[in-house]
């Protein structure tokens, strides 16, 4: 074993001393080589506690350094598997509170074995000069074993992992540089190495080496878990070689201070009951990567099954019932990676639309209800894309799809699109979003285009103070549709022609103006955040607007008591209070007041969306207060009159979520 290695391993476990000396966790970390001494990277290991209640799972650096952070107190074993060399365990390691055990693997090359170096490190005296903070560990294990997932960093999913360059490590007994951190034979100080080499009396010392970042993977060259849509985890519970797997849960109570009497929210798909403990979504799959394939299926379950695809209506249009095929799969592609520059990806299934910055899954965001930029705007796509990284700092995304957040097409002509990501410094974020050709309203040949353009900005971080950072978000949407049926004056049908921005005798303007702004600030270390934030939206044809459900109505039934017809306006703004405790990078609570309104009664009142008796199954007629359906408001005289849905212009809410993500 070289004395850099030492060197690093002897900063982790001091590190991790002194990040769990005010907690009930120790930590496991260790080097494993061959007979030749030479690290072996890539090897997969395991920690499983004797009493079966913890498995953790890491993947070993290229210098063959590993580690387990975090783990709770107790005696574990652990099995190392190599493809070339086999597998070995080592039984009865024992794990204090508050202290690091170093546990040292060699397999030899022909019969398997192990030798192990077992130490457990006490307390060092917890001292602003000789102690590294408590984040230190963290950073270091992120320069020094990066996490490997299965779609390279950048792509804004939910299973990105970038590492953070080591800017201006702390004090620390043992001094380590990024640069030493990265280089296994570097010599353990204070050998004789040192004493040739030390400064004379009165001599300056030597300046530190800069950072060492990694260069090749696109966006790992900083930590971007700041980011709005983006996971905040540093660490994979049990990401393996071949597959790394993910599970979501998201849980809410929301309180709405309209009180329905049916429970029922609208104009939402990330809160639909009120009054009630909702699974929102639980999402069960991960990730394969092996030999530059890719693979990722994510399974939806939970209420956003069914309030994400009843807003599709492209399985109108023939037959086989796609929504309910697809209804259960949130993300599902298949993916081959070229080594080409930063890497060059070719996928193909559903994907994540990245339109609207809010991340589909609620863990990643800094708000539980997003904006209407965010809400109106897909959140997947069915189709193909390419990935591709000329730099470490920027991605070109071509779309080609079905159409805007649909299974399939309405009419003869597909989506396309792209996505432009940049992020120049580990403080800033860009994203341009285009969308255009599709045609994607039913029984009309409206084509759409659609600009969605957003930045972040992370303007403030000091990790010495209580409210250590501050970022903020912008983001502005603009877009139109053209074309239709057969003009008709007022526009009052859906076959009618529109155009983007003028009205006139033949067409009406159908368009889309919003934006929305969200600040964040973070306390104690990440344990704790604060977000306020809100936008609007302007739509004269209401062609994007989330349809209520009323009746059960879909955007294939429609509704009669909330048409969404060229000429018809809809403005609305809406603003968050949000706050988080997180006490592990794994868990978010949320509490979170929204208060949202519109220039026409949109939300649901006191008195619901839902007939007498429940929904009638004719969604798209009117409701009759006997429970019939009249294809005209004025057919109900003999059953008992017209029934109407209580929708009120303005809706106040409290949401209680509990988000886990592994």
Excluded at 243 to 266: A, Q, W
Excluded at 399 to 417: A, F, M, R
Aim: some cysteine; glycine content about 10%; overall charge negative.
């Amino acid at each position: 074993m070289t004395k850099r290695t030492s060197l690093i391993l002897a900063a982790l476990l001091l590190s991790a001393t002194a990040s769990n000396a005010q907690t009930t966790f120790g930590t496991i970390a260790g080097i494993i080589r061959n007979t030749d001494k030479a690290p072996i990277g890539g090897a997969t290991i395991t920690a499983t506690k004797l009493d079966g209640n913890s498995i953790r799972t890491t993947i070993s650096g290229s210098d063959g350094i590993y580690t387990f952070s975090d783990v709770v107190p107790g005696t574990y074993s652990i099995i190392a598997q190599t493809e070339a060399l086999g597998d070995v365990t080592i039984d009865s390691i024992q794990v204090v509170a508050a202290h690091a055990t170093r546990t040292d693997i060699a397999i030899a090359g022909s019969a398997p074995s192990a030798a192990v170096i077992s130490s457990v490190k006490p307390l060092a005296p917890a001292s602003a000069s000789s102690v590294p903070s408590a984040n230190f560990l963290k950073r270091l294990e992120r320069e020094v074993l990066p996490q490997r997932t299965g779609t390279p960093p950048g792509a804004q999913t939910s299973d990105q992992v970038t590492t953070a360059s080591l800017s201006s490590p702390p004090p620390s007994a043992f001094d380590v540089r990024a640069s030493d951190a990265l280089n296994p034979d570097a010599p353990f100080p204070g050998g004789p190495q040192d004493a040739a080499a030390a400064p004379a009396p009165g001599a300056p010392a030597a300046p530190a080496a800069p950072p060492s970042v990694d260069l090749q993977t696109p966006f790992a060259y900083a930590d971007f878990t700041w980011m709005n849509a983006y996971p905040r985890n540093h660490d994979s519970v049990l990401d393996g070689k071949y597959f790394s797997p993910e599970v979501r849960m998201d849980t809410n109570y929301i309180y709405d201070l309209n009180h329905p009497i049916d429970h029922t929210l609208g104009g939402t798909t990330e809160g639909t009951r009120t009054g009630e403990v909702v699974l929102q979504a639980l999402n069960v799959g991960g990730d394969f990567h092996w030999d530059h394939m890719q693979g990722r299926v994510l399974l939806q379950m939970g209420a956003d099954s069914t309030a994400v695809p009843r807003n599709d209506a492209s399985p109108s249009v023939g037959q086989w019932d796609i929504a309910d095929a697809y209804r259960y799969i949130s993300e599902g592609y298949a993916g081959y990676h070229m080594d080409v520059q930063h890497g060059l990806n070719i996928q193909a299934g559903i994907f994540m639309s990245y339109i609207g910055l809010f991340s589909y899954y609620s863990f990643d965001n800094w708000a539980y209800q997003p904006s209407y930029v965010s809400s109106n705007t897909p959140w997947f796509f069915n189709g193909a894309r390419v990935q591709w990284y000329p730099t470490n700092k920027l991605k070109f995304e071509p779309w080609l799809i079905n159409g805007w957040q649909s299974y399939g097409k309405y009419n003869g002509k597909p989506g396309v699109g792209g996505q432009i990501l940049w992020r120049p410094t580990g403080n800033l974020d860009f994203v341009w979003n285009t969308y255009g050709l599709g045609q994607d309203t039913v029984a009309t040949h409206r084509t759409r285009i659609h600009e969605d353009d957003s930045m972040e900005w992370k303007y403030y971080e000091n990790p010495n103070k209580l409210m250590h950072r501050m970022a903020f978000s912008f983001t502005f949407d603009i877009g139109c549709e053209t074309g239709g049926g057969t003009p008709v004056v007022g526009g009052e049908t859906p076959g009618a022609k529109v155009n983007c921005f003028s009205n006139s005798k033949t067409a009406e303007a159908q368009n889309f103006i919003g934006a929305m702004v969200y600040n964040r600030w973070w306390f104690d270390h990440d344990k704790f955040g604060v977000t306020v934030g809100g936008g609007f939206m302007s739509n004269p044809g209401r062609y994007l607007v989330l349809l209520p459900p009323i009746n059960g109505a879909t955007a294939i039934t429609g509704t009669p008591y909330f048409t969404e017809s060229p000429g018809q306006k809809f403005a609305g703004y809406d603003y968050q209070l949000t706050f988080d405790w997180m006490p592990t990078q794994f868990v978010t609570w949320r509490a979170e007041f929204t208060e949202r309104g519109t220039n026409v009664p949109y939300f649901t009142g006191p008195g619901g969306i839902t007939p007498p008796g429940g929904n009638n199954g004719n969604a798209g007629q009117y409701a009759c207060m006997n429970g019939a359906a009249s294809l005209t408001s004025s057919g109900c005289g003999s059953n008992g009159g017209l029934w109407s849905p209580d929708l009120r212009k303005q809706e106040m809410r409290f949401t209680l979520a509990l988000m886990v993500h592994l």
